[in-house]
């Protein structure tokens, strides 16, 4: 098959020591529901078996809720701890192995972002490191050191899991608000002992868990760090106002052992910081010196948060922009979302230069998550 031209730089291979892909396209971690009791199943291991089939390099699985009550904030998300829960993800893993394809799972805790009165019973407090809910508000309390500890191990024993059960990597979601990017945000974290303070106190959690994770799975297996800036409804909110900062932010993930980081953004093009054209993944690489992976918009549009608040799609959008960053080694790795999540054959489309069959991102679309 003749790899078209705009595409060759997707489909070179990568390695970086302890990661090795044939290609650049990543599917980014989208949360499904479709796990009953947590348990994912054989639909489940043929919806990642359709993306390995068509050329998607590494997928990163929906985040998957790590071994603690009130890990989870819906129904139907699937947990990465029980025997039958990893039983079925050991199947998922050897369905992607299959087809060709290489798959890590995001290992997850939605730490305050959960809505006690909804899920998943009442009696189980969401929890925080001060108990505070994204606007500030107080929902439970503080966390003691003690359950900060379990926390850590749960991180730990998850990333274990993935290792054993045979998954190529792990990803730690710091994230889009949930816990460990509660610990990271100054709105959500007022503790004044070692996991609060400035910016780079307030990584000590996501250090010791990075850190226990490395414990766990040993020097060669690779860890990947996904955080963003923005938050649920705060979409100006920085964590790092300026690449100073950035650095100052990412130098003790770095050094606690992340291999690769996933810097989340919604519009891949925009600029992070005044009076460079450097995207938050471009920073990332510039300043750690180890791979990132940019995400936002890839083939699409739209951003994907305008879906949950304004129920619209996205129709397919030209790559161009995207490869002459990837061909100026601005980044190393792409992830894609919701193009891949319509389609299963995006990657493969995209590599044949059939973009005159790329679908649009459409609400129904998200209705069968197929
Ligand atoms: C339905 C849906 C579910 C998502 N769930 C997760 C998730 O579980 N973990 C995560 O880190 N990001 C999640 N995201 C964000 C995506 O990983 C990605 O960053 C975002 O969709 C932007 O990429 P896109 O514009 O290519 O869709 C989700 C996005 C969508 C659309």
């Known amino acids: 098959m003749t790899i078209s031209k705009t595409a060759e730089a997707l489909f070179k291979p990568f390695e970086d020591g302890r990661l090795k892909l044939k290609n650049r396209i990543v599917m980014a971690p989208m949360t499904r529901c479709f796990s009953p009791k947590g348990v994912p199943g054989p639909d489940v291991a043929g919806y ?5 089939k068509n050329d998607v390099g590494l997928i990163i699985t929906e985040g998957t809720v790590i071994n603690h009550p009130a890990a989870a904030a819906d129904h139907g998300v699937p947990h990465f701890y029980g025997e039958e829960a990893l039983e079925g993800w050991s199947h998922v893993v050897r369905e992607v192995h299959e087809a060709g394809g290489k798959i890590a799972p995001q290992i997850w805790h939605t730490g305050t972002a959960r809505d006690k009165e909804k899920f998943p019973d009442s009696n189980v407090d969401p929890i925080g490191p001060s108990g505070l809910s994204l606007t500030g508000q107080p929902v439970s309390e503080p966390l003691t050191v003690e359950e900060i500890r379990g ?26 608000g949930y816990l460990i990017d509660q610990f990271f945000w100054e709105v959500t974290n007022k503790r004044t002992d070692k ?17 226990a994770v490395r414990a766990a799975v040993g020097p060669a297996f690779p860890i990947i760090f996904r955080f963003s800036q923005w938050k649920p409804m705060h979409y100006d909110a920085k964590l790092a106002a300026n690449p100073e900062d950035l650095g100052r932010f990412l130098a ?4 606690a052992g992340v291999d690769i980081f996933h810097a989340s953004t ?10 460079s054209d450097l995207n938050l993944a471009g920073w990332t690489r510039k300043l750690t010196g180890k791979p990132s992976i940019t995400v936002g918009s890839v083939g699409l549009d739209s951003v994907f948060t305008s879906l949950f608040e304004e129920g ?48 649009s991102f459409t609400r129904e679309a998200l209705a069968t998550l197929s």
């Open 266 to 275: 919604r519009r891949f093009w925009e600029p992070e910081f005044e009076g």
């Open 48 to 52: 990642y078996r359709r993306r390995a």
């Open 151 to 176: 926390l850590v191990q749960a991180y730990a024993q998850a990333a274990a899991d993935a290792k054993r059960i045979g998954f190529d990597a792990v990803e730690i979601h710091g994230a889009h």
């Open 252 to 255: 003790p993930l770095s050094v």
């Open 312 to 359: 619209k799609g996205g129709q397919a959008a030209g790559i161009e922009n995207l490869i002459e960053r990837l061909e100026r080694g601005e980044f190393d790795l792409v992830a894609v979302g919701r193009a891949l999540l319509t389609d299963p054959a995006w990657a493969a489309k995209i590599r044949d230069n059939r973009t005159d069959e790329l679908l």
């Open 195 to 211: 996991y609060g303070g400035d910016l780079v106190g307030r990584t000590t959690f996501a250090v010791e868990v990075i850190e």
